[in-house]
């Protein structure tokens, strides 16, 4: 297990965290080298990412209601604690948004990188081509062919790839109103009563899982939003008291 603190607020990852990241980085289908090094830039793409928006719930949380700050990197992801803080509810939005919102920033970030190094239209295409896999006729220029080039050995262009994609879907779909994510916290801030919310999050969820199998082929997906699409009903069905 590692261990280690960073402005001034501890951080704990878990064993199994690197077990789910690498599957999801492609661990299962790995064949060549290139593949394993693509799963690796991953790994350090999205501990990266969920390290930046783990902090953006501690440090807000810290700045606006105080309290003992702590963050756990497990199997499903990142969870900041704040034990002993005291928020109004728009303290708590606040709190909350900022993961998500963090990653936005992160994802801002690496395509003004992309733009002060390529030009802006080419960051733009990169994100294009990183986020929807579409590249407009315009956009593709030398250096984005070899952005797009998955079998360009340059590690820069893989971890570009993944910093974009994971910062802005993954941002995108912890705002949807599911519990436990982000969007659901939200919600679950102006939804009553509360047993209204766990339908909502339950329907919400099982759309996702749906289409997370049906259209984005992603097992993974469809596996994490059924279990809390699940969970959800079982709230909804026990009035909220288990």
């Not at 969007?183 to 749906?210: D, E, K």
């Amino acid at each position: 297990m590692l261990r280690f603190s960073l402005f001034g607020i501890p951080v704990e990852v878990q064993p199994f965290f690197w077990i789910v990241i690498a599957m999801f980085g492609g661990a299962l289908s790995i064949s060549s080298s290139s593949d394993l090094m693509g799963t690796a830039v991953f790994m350090v793409a999205a501990t990266a990412s969920i390290l930046v928006h783990e902090f953006g719930h501690a440090l807000t949380g810290r700045r606006l209601g105080g309290g003992s700050v702590r963050i756990v990197l497990w199997a499903f992801g990142g969870l900041a604690y704040n034990e002993g803080g005291r928020f109004t509810r728009s303290q708590r939005f606040w709190m909350i948004f900022m993961g998500p919102g963090a990653g936005f920033l992160f994802l801002a970030l690496v395509l003004v990188l992309l733009a002060v190094f390529l030009g802006p239209k080419e960051a733009v295409g990169c994100f294009s081509w990183a986020a929807f896999r579409v590249v407009p006729e315009p956009f593709i220029t030398d250096a984005l062919k070899e952005f797009v080039d998955p079998g360009n050995p340059n590690p820069r262009w893989w971890i570009a790839r993944s910093l974009i994609w994971i910062n802005f879907w993954w941002s995108l779909i912890n705002l949807l109103p599911v519990l436990p994510l982000d969007g659901g916290q939200i919600a679950n801030l102006w939804v009553h009563p509360q047993r209204r919310m766990f339908l909502v999050s339950a329907i919400t969820g099982a759309s996702m899982a749906l289409f997370g199998f049906a259209v984005m082929g992603s097992l993974y997906v469809a596996i994490l939003f059924g279990f809390l699409a699940y969970r959800s009903y079982q709230d909804f069905q026990s009035g909220g008291f288990r």
